[in-house]
């Protein structure tokens, strides 16, 4: 039964970067089935995938145009994690962030908790 | 304005069946068999309930079905039960710089 556990602060000052991590346990991060995700909901902008990271022989990323100016989703095989890093936040980045695993062709069956982040001074 | 459409809210009574569409477009729900739907609680993650169009994960009810007409899928969910009760999302991947868009969601009251 795989699990994800997130972390990382709910609090980021406009303009600062946004930093999460996804710890993962009964599965790998170097899965050459799984995609590893980043997905964020809002009131304001609903549910919205974020990016993506998988390997298949060499690590590989996809991230939604929306946002791909600003972020990096990058794999920790030695501690067996990926994180997501956000530039230049602003309010309207305000939203939970949930990490997910993707054993499908874009159905996400394993869930992080959640974390609220909140862009305010 | 989210990229595909899902209507705000249905209702239904204990043990009755209902539907919840989800529209898209030919580059997006029409034109692959990418689709998953979504069922979520207050302050809980979503839990996906159909991939594939129509694949039902292990563990999830035979009650929830899932099926696609032309840029239309569909979540039926027959026998209803009060827990059945959440908000619904569809996904679907799409062939634009997106990659992979949601339906805005709909609320399902069991009366």
């Known amino acids: 039964q795989v699990q994800l556990q997130q972390s990382g602060p709910g609090l980021v000052k406009p303009s600062q970067t946004l930093s999460l991590t996804c710890a993962i346990s009964?599965?790998?991060?170097?899965?050459?089935?799984?995609?590893w995700n980043w997905i964020r909901q809002s009131p304001s902008r609903g549910l919205e995938w974020l990016g993506r990271?998988?390997?298949?022989?060499?690590?590989?990323?996809d991230y939604a145009v929306s946002v791909k100016s600003r972020i990096t989703i990058n794999p920790d095989t030695s501690k067996n994690q990926f994180s997501l890093q956000l530039n230049s936040v602003t309010p309207d980045d305000t939203a939970v962030y949930y990490c997910a695993r993707d054993p499908y062709v874009w159905g996400f069956d394993s869930w992080g908790q959640g974390t609220l982040v909140t862009v305010s001074s | 304005q989210s990229a595909l459409t899902q209507p705000a809210s249905v209702s239904g009574s204990p043990g009755q069946s209902i539907t919840i569409s989800c529209t898209g477009t030919?580059?997006?729900?029409?034109?692959?068999?990418?689709v998953s739907w979504y069922q979520q609680h207050p302050g809980k993650a979503p839990k996906l309930m159909i991939s594939d169009v129509s694949n039902r994960p292990s563990g999830v009810s035979n009650r929830f079905s899932g099926s696609k007409s032309g840029d239309t899928a569909s979540l039926t969910i027959s026998g209803l039960q009060a827990e059945d009760e959440g908000d619904y999302y569809c996904s679907s991947y799409t062939s634009s710089s997106t990659l992979l868009v949601f339906g805005g969601g709909t609320k399902l009251t069991v009366l």
């Open positions: 009964g599965d790998s991060v170097s899965s050459k089935r799984d995609a």
């Open positions: 990271t998988y390997y298949r022989s060499k690590w590989y990323n």
């Open positions: 030919s580059s997006d729900v029409g034109g692959y068999n990418y």
